[in-house]
């Protein structure tokens, strides 16, 4: 299976949305969540990054510790 097809695949049964751009498309919210976040509460918004390269990889882990503790308490 490709990333495409596994992409799609998640698409279709509502588990995902599609690779987004959080710069250029924004986070993508629902209009409540939105709400929830104008009126100063903290909604939390799971996001999957999704890299091109491994080396890309690599680089956010070295520079974003959220990035492997969460994987860490997966047991990734």
Known sequence: M???????????????GPPVCYIHDGLPMSDQEQDQLDEGDDPCVHVIRL??????????CESHPPTVWRAKNRGW
């Open 51 to 60: 890299y091109e390269q491994a080396d890309t990889a690599a680089q956010v």
């Open 2 to 16: 490709t990333f495409d097809e596994w992409a799609n695949y998640g698409w279709q049964r509502g588990w995902c």
